[in-house]
């Protein structure tokens, strides 16, 4: 029932994280900061559709690594503002919007009047010792990093969405754990493209140092619960 619950959520944009259980102590629980980790040139080289790749605690029946998370260690060099750095969302479901005659519509929820949210769509490149290649960090994602939200940062500075506000700008030669997975994209493309899932601390940083690794989300919320598990499956 579990794995059937799990694989009807796949492709949804839905996170399913495995909290400890009664039985975590004799399979183990792995931290998900370090779980799968990847250089750049070994996610570069990944297949798609190659089930071999798929980390031993991934248990589901699936013959692709769609959904499947590695992590990185890597430095941020570049934002890409060339598509922009933020969109027009729906408040409600932070879908994007189209543009019509008299405003904006939302194709995902059914509401004439959607309220106009921006939203975070950084095209981030980052770079380890093997090489470089570009993540997109959406919504809340790209918030645990940036910490402050989209909408903040536009009324702050500029609604100009290739202009880079200067919270985004100091981002550039930070290090990070990446969580990413490979997008929805690649299986419509062909054309291989990751997204960013959560985002941890650099380990070697204080604020990182403990038990287990923190994310930016929970290093914000000392009283959230870390989450640690087996496996994830995301969009």
């Known amino acids: 029932m579990a794995v059937a619950l799990v694989l009807s959520l796949q492709g949804r944009g839905s996170e399913v994280v495995f909290l400890p259980g ?17 250089t750049i040139a070994e996610l570069l080289a990944l297949d798609p559709h190659d089930s071999n790749v798929l980390p031993p605690s991934y248990q589901l029946p699936i ?3 769609q959904g499947v998370r590695f992590t990185c260690n ?19 479901c932070k879908w ?9 519509e939302c194709t995902n929820y059914d509401e004439p009047k959607p309220v106009v949210i921006p939203s975070y769509k950084l095209s981030v490149i980052i770079e380890d010792t093997t090489g470089h290649m570009k993540i997109f960090l959406f919504g809340g ?8 939200t989209a909408t903040e940062l536009v009324e702050e500075s500029s609604s100009n969405q290739i202009l880079l ?4 700008r100091g981002l550039v030669g930070q290090r990070y754990v990446f969580q990413v997975v490979i997008s929805e994209q690649t299986f419509r493309t062909g054309q291989l493209c990751f997204q960013a899932r959560r985002v941890f601390l650099d380990p070697t940083t204080s604020e990182a140092r ?23 499956v995301a969009s």
Request: proline share 5%; net charge positive.
């Open 74 to 92: 890597a430095i941020i060099r570049e934002i890409d503002v060339s598509n922009g750095w933020w969109y027009k969302g729906c408040n409600t």
């Open 141 to 148: 994602v790209a918030e645990q990093v940036v910490r402050r």
């Open 210 to 232: 403990g038990p287990t690794r923190r994310s930016l989300q929970d290093a914000k919320n000392p009283k959230a619960m870390t989450k640690i598990g087996t496996s994830s």
């Open 165 to 168: 506000p200067a919270p985004l």
């Open 96 to 104: 994007g919007l189209k543009a019509t005659f008299d405003g904006f």
């Open 22 to 38: 009664d039985d975590d102590a004799e399979v183990g629980v792995v931290d998900e900061a370090g779980a799968n980790r990847k």
């Open 63 to 65: 013959c692709t690594t």
